[in-house]
């Protein structure tokens, strides 16, 4: 079984930018799509964005034009590259498989967006 180990977060000033990381303990190369995920304090988790083994991508609408997915299967790891960032995206965030498999969830990583 692949545990994943995100890392990346932080405070930030709104407009600014983070860029996320997930790190798999095995070969992430055969699982077909991997998603990020967020879960901001009271509201429940949300797919923000996934990509496939073949790179086509998928964003959640409020992070379009904002956030970049990709996936290094040579490293293990995938990535979430964060511009521009609101108030509104300060969560917890995780990577998991998409569609999820509970046993992958990590610890996540925080990310706090000042005004």
């Known amino acids: 079984q692949v545990q994943l180990v995100e890392s990346g977060g932080g405070l930030v000033q709104a407009g600014g930018s983070l860029r996320l990381s997930c790190a798999a303990s095995g070969s992430i190369f055969s699982i077909d799509v991997m998603g990020w995920y967020r879960q901001a304090p009271g509201k429940q988790r949300e797919l923000v964005a996934f990509?496939?083994?073949?790179?086509?991508?998928n964003y959640k609408d409020s992070v379009k034009g904002r956030f970049t997915i990709s996936r290094d299967n040579a490293k293990n790891t995938v990535y979430l590259q964060m511009n521009i960032l609101q108030p509104e995206d300060t969560a917890v965030y995780y990577c998991?498989?998409?569609?999820?498999?509970?046993?992958?969830w990590g610890q996540g990583t925080q990310v706090t967006v000042s005004s």
């Open positions: 998991n498989l998409y569609p999820v498999l509970n046993d992958y």
């Open positions: 990509i496939t083994r073949s790179g086509y991508t």
